[in-house]
């Protein structure tokens, strides 16, 4: 498979990675740990180079599954994991204090059964510290040979520029996709401006672009696409547009729908590298073909032409996640100076109860009224 770099890095990976976190997290039933070794092994035997794994994903049992399976190719595949919630667990809060960073570093390194860290991203930005203490302290992890290169995820651009500033970022992880396009406004750019990498997670919309979700599929219990507007049968049969587009596009290319969504991404930039995850090897192997289709100039303009039309409905988070989200915009509560950083913690941990738990379709997300006092005292955005 081709390589790339992400940015200015020279950090040299596979063009499309693969995302390892709905192997045993956020979908549904957790794959045998025999079969999902077996599908990683699988990915690299085709090309892939570029694994992508978290603390939290499990917790724990993602990164020991990834580090089984890569344990005898170590020195052929580049491991990337994440950082930034206290314990290890997404309910329990964000935590990017130093003392943090450092057990969960050493942790990761004894389930991925390797002595560096090639990638170490911050899985979120911590409400309650700095972005340079974080970067600071990752700084010293490479000076001492535990970690190659920094990332983020998620971050916004002020946060992405501070960070940068005390230790360059490799990659910053976010989403997008066709179906989610918010990063062109001003992360783009950035990271551009900058020579930072894009790794752009559910780069098929979680699954809808593939053209095998539709108003009336029903997802396993465990599954967090039941907490989310974005999969509500309304919207699903609404959002048919985008797909029926990507359709067209791959039958007159002779392809799929997932590879011309992929090889989209590849057409954006030469420093994105997408990481769509995979729970059967036919599905690995129709995402990996994406790195043969080439589209044309005229075929990138038919899609923004009839992009530009269509409107997509549904928030990729819960509502009360996404009040949150919007008004964070990328930053820690200190950049913003707000002082209830324990409250937003609470919000956060509420965010993960909905998401996780009310798994039956059903939305039970409160009102945004209910929470904006827990929040500090200016409007939500709506």
Not at 138 to 162: C, Q, T, W
Not at 333 to 344: K, L, M
């Amino acid at each position: 498979m081709e390589k790339r770099v992400l940015g200015k890095s020279g950090l040299e990976v596979s063009a499309i990675g693969f995302g390892c976190m709905g192997l045993s997290h956020s979908y549904g039933t957790v794959t045998d740990r025999g079969e999902a070794i077996r599908l990683i092994r699988a990915a690299h035997d085709r090309g892939v180079t570029f694994f992508d794994t978290a603390e939290v994903y499990g917790p724990f049992t993602n990164e020991d599954v990834v580090g089984e399976a890569l344990q005898p190719i170590r020195d052929q595949v580049v491991i990337a994991t994440k950082f930034g919630f206290r314990n290890g667990v997404i309910a329990d809060g964000p935590d990017s204090r130093p003392e943090t960073i450092r057990r969960a570093v050493e942790g990761s390194l004894k389930r991925l059964r390797t002595d560096t860290i090639d990638l170490l991203y911050q899985h979120r930005v911590d409400p309650d510290v700095p972005v340079e203490d974080v970067a600071g302290t990752v700084k010293d992890l490479i000076a001492a040979g535990k970690v190659r290169h920094f990332g983020m995820s998620e971050a916004g651009g002020e946060s992405i520029r501070k960070a940068h500033a005390v230790q360059p970022l490799a990659a910053l992880q976010s989403e997008y996709s066709l179906f989610w396009r918010e990063p062109e406004t001003e992360i783009i750019p950035l990271l551009e401006e900058l020579g930072i990498g894009l790794v752009p997670f559910s780069p098929l919309g979680k699954g809808f672009l593939t053209g095998t979700i539709n108003e009336k599929t029903t997802f396993p219990t465990g599954d967090f696409r039941n907490a989310t507007s974005r999969f509500d049968t309304e919207n699903r049969r609404a959002n048919q547009a985008i797909v029926d587009l990507v359709r067209e596009i791959a039958w007159n290319k002779g392809t799929t729908p997932a590879q011309i969504a992929l090889a989209w991404l590849l057409a954006r930039r030469p420093w994105i590298v997408p990481i769509p995850g995979a729970r059967k090897l036919a599905h690995l192997e129709d995402d990996l073909g994406a790195v043969n289709v080439r589209l044309s100039g005229q075929d990138l303009r038919t899609i923004e032409k009839r992009l530009s039309s269509i409107t997509l409905r549904g928030e990729r988070y819960p509502a009360v996640m996404e009040a949150l989200r919007r008004a964070l915009k990328g930053r820690s509560c200190v950049e913003r100076g707000w002082t209830a950083s324990p409250e937003v913690t609470s919000v956060l941990t509420l965010w993960h109860n909905l998401c996780l738990t009310r798994q039956d379709g059903v939305s039970r997300d409160p009102p945004i009224a209910s929470i904006v006092g827990c929040l500090p005292p200016q409007p939500l955005p709506s």
